[in-house]
């Protein structure tokens, strides 16, 4: 066991969300401020899109000269297959701040990483967040090194849960998160060897769920079908077969792939789960991004919402340090916001009736008039 280190601030999770906050509180304040990242450095990161109000929150981190500097493409807008048989499109053009982006992911989190250390972060990577004990300071924090294999702790003053979806954090401190709904996201990343993808991200609805496929900057293309669990075992059957099949059958997407030549196919399975903490802060510990509230990937926002959690969430950990009360205004903007997403993902979903008795939009869908009503506070 290493020698047990105190910092003022342990964030779990090395995400926009995480690194963001690490960015924000020490432009701020000179802390001891530590991030903890279960992946290693190069690992392949899922979640490219990002709305074109991102550009603001990257200016108040003063990295936005960086990003533009980056391998990053703009998005003219969405091509899709909703509600309808033919495509409507969705086009940035009129937009005062630009088009939407699709990352390069792994340059992004560099970037902000950069940023975190050139400020004085510590980060860890590769280092699995296990436990979390209360102590009179803060929390004693167990901790695994997945290089080495070798369990290490660290005292905290304050944590921030940047974990993602599980929320670790406040699951080993006695808080489950709510879940609503529960999907399962197959994805498929291929790297283009022959012709030219098109530059909006498409969006195909089917009876089993929803697909998406976008041109990523680095001359890749991800395809991902948003489905059931029941329906991703069938896309996982003999090599991935099926969900070569399922995408073969689409009338919109598969035409547009047709177009390039692909090769390096790498598949994922991931889980997606809408939800959100009963709990979501505490005097000395807070949840930001998805470990707070987790989205449908239809709403498009995880990166921008990790990014906005972590600037919003600094005056509450400097009130901490400053022996200031701050009363819990991150929870109540956390809850509305979660509020609003609910409305917007029933209304996207009641767009598509075509397939109301399929089980997949029978979950989640319901009649656009009673959508209507709902949002106007009656049942």
Not at 109 to 117: I, K, N, P, Q, Y
Not at 334 to 363: L, S, T
């Given at each position: 066991?290493?020698?047990?280190?105190?910092?003022?601030?342990?964030?779990?999770?090395?995400?926009?969300?995480?690194?963001?906050a690490?960015?924000?509180l020490?432009?701020?304040?000179?802390?001891?401020?530590?991030?903890?990242?279960?992946?290693?450095?190069?690992?392949?990161?899922?979640?490219?899109?990002?709305?074109?109000?991102?550009?603001?929150?990257?200016?108040q981190?003063r990295?936005a000269?960086?990003?533009?500097?980056?391998?990053?493409?703009?998005?003219?807008?969405?091509?899709?297959?909703?509600?309808?048989?033919?495509v409507?499109?969705?086009?940035?053009?009129?937009?005062?701040?630009?088009?939407?982006?699709?990352?390069?992911?792994?340059?992004?989190?560099?970037?902000?990483?950069?940023?975190?250390?050139?400020?004085?972060?510590?980060?860890?990577?590769?280092?699995?967040?296990?436990?979390?004990?209360?102590?009179?300071?803060?929390?004693?924090?167990?901790?695994?090194?997945?290089?080495?294999?070798?369990?290490?702790?660290?005292?905290?003053?304050?944590?921030v849960?940047?974990?993602?979806?599980?929320?670790?954090?406040?699951?080993?401190?006695?808080?489950?998160?709510?879940?609503?709904?529960?999907?399962?996201?197959s994805?498929?990343?291929?790297?283009?060897?022959?012709?030219?993808?098109?530059?909006?991200?498409?969006?195909?609805?089917?009876?089993?769920?929803?697909?998406?496929?976008?041109?990523?900057?680095?001359?890749?293309?991800?395809?991902?079908?948003?489905?059931?669990?029941?329906?991703?075992?069938?896309?996982?059957?003999?090599?991935?077969?099926?969900?070569?099949?399922?995408?073969?059958?689409?009338?919109?997407?598969?035409?547009?792939?047709?177009?390039?030549?692909?090769?390096?196919?790498?598949?994922?399975?991931?889980?997606?789960?809408?939800?959100?903490?009963?709990?979501?802060?505490?005097?000395?510990?807070?949840?930001?991004?998805?470990?707070?509230?987790s989205?449908?990937?239809?709403?498009?926002?995880?990166?921008?919402?990790?990014?906005?959690?972590?600037?919003?969430?600094?005056?509450?950990?400097?009130?901490?340090f400053?022996?200031?009360?701050?009363?819990?205004?991150?929870?109540?903007?956390?809850?509305?916001?979660?509020?609003?997403?609910?409305?917007?993902?029933?209304y996207?979903?009641?767009?598509?009736?075509?397939?109301?008795?399929?089980?997949?939009?029978?979950?989640?869908i319901?009649?656009?008039?009673?959508?209507?009503?709902?949002?106007?506070?009656?049942?």
């Amino acid at each position: 066991m290493k020698t047990t280190v105190t910092y003022d601030v342990v964030i779990i999770g090395g995400g926009p969300a995480g690194l963001s906050a690490a960015i924000s509180l020490l432009q701020k304040q000179e802390l001891s401020v530590l991030v903890i990242e279960g992946q290693a450095i190069g690992d392949e990161l899922i979640g490219e899109n990002c709305p074109p109000n991102t550009i603001l929150l990257l200016k108040q981190l003063r990295v936005a000269k960086a990003f533009y500097k980056g391998n990053h493409a703009p998005c003219p807008g969405y091509a899709s297959v909703w509600g309808r048989a033919d495509v409507g499109y969705n086009d940035f053009i009129v937009n005062p701040l630009g088009p939407s982006w699709r990352l390069d992911r792994k340059a992004f989190d560099s970037m902000l990483a950069d940023e975190a250390r050139r400020l004085s972060a510590q980060i860890h990577w590769s280092t699995q967040f296990l436990d979390a004990v209360k102590v009179e300071k803060g929390y004693a924090l167990r901790l695994r090194d997945r290089i080495a294999n070798a369990e290490y702790k660290v005292n905290a003053r304050f944590v921030v849960d940047a974990s993602g979806a599980n929320s670790r954090f406040a699951k080993a401190i006695g808080i489950s998160k709510i879940i609503e709904d529960r999907l399962f996201a197959s994805i498929r990343i291929a790297s283009i060897a022959e012709g030219k993808p098109s530059k909006q991200i498409q969006i195909e609805a089917v009876p089993e769920g929803w697909w998406y496929n976008a041109a990523l900057p680095d001359n890749r293309i991800i395809t991902m079908m948003l489905s059931e669990k029941e329906n991703i075992a069938a896309l996982q059957d003999s090599q991935h077969e099926g969900f070569e099949a399922q995408l073969a059958n689409t009338n919109f997407i598969a035409e547009r792939l047709k177009k390039l030549k692909l090769k390096e196919h790498q598949y994922y399975t991931r889980p997606v789960y809408s939800g959100i903490l009963p709990v979501i802060e505490g005097k000395d510990w807070v949840a930001i991004g998805d470990a707070a509230s987790s989205y449908d990937p239809i709403a498009a926002h995880g990166i921008h919402k990790g990014i906005s959690d972590g600037i919003r969430v600094t005056s509450k950990i400097l009130a901490f340090f400053n022996g200031e009360e701050e009363l819990n205004s991150f929870s109540a903007f956390v809850n509305e916001r979660y509020v609003n997403y609910k409305k917007n993902r029933d209304y996207v979903y009641a767009i598509e009736q075509r397939w109301y008795d399929a089980p997949f939009w029978n979950k989640r869908i319901m009649n656009p008039l009673e959508i209507t009503y709902a949002n106007n506070g009656y049942k």
